[in-house]
């Protein structure tokens, strides 16, 4: 069974960091796209940044770019997402998602899978 479980979120102030892990069960990462995107409430569902997990290929939302960098661990079956200098505006539930066609899009009807879910707050 394939599943997708996200992890490392929390309670952080502004200007902190956190990295969150995307772990995936029951299959390899290597032949799809993994995305992370986050929801905040009243809001819809956005994407963050995305990876090509077998060529390393990556994208980044304007809200993440030179904040947030996402990387993977091949071994380990985890893709990862440093996030820092962390905003209020960055609180959101974040989810991974992982997709088998080419494409670093954060269109969410083209990811087949997704994790439950991890909450990031920034507060002071």
């Known amino acids: 069974q394939l599943q997708l479980v996200e992890s490392g979120g929390g309670l952080v102030q502004p200007g902190g960091s956190l990295r969150l892990s995307c772990a995936g069960a029951?299959?390899?990462?290597?032949?799809?796209?993994i995305g992370w995107f986050r929801q905040a409430p009243g809001k819809e569902r956005e994407g963050v940044s995305c990876?090509?997990?077998?060529?390393?290929?990556?994208s980044y939302a304007d809200s993440a770019k030179g904040r947030f960098t996402i990387s993977k661990d091949n071994a380990k079956n985890t893709v990862y997402l440093q996030m820092n200098s962390l905003k209020p505006e960055d609180t959101a539930v974040y989810y991974c998602?992982?997709?088998?066609?080419?494409?670093?899009?954060?269109?969410?009807?083209?990811?087949?899978?997704w994790g439950q879910g991890t909450q990031v707050t920034v507060s002071s």
């Open positions: 990876i090509s997990v077998g060529g390393g290929s990556t």
């Open positions: 998602a992982a997709k088998l066609r080419w494409g670093l899009v954060f269109d969410t009807r083209e990811y087949n899978y």
């Open positions: 029951g299959f390899s990462f290597r032949s799809y796209v």
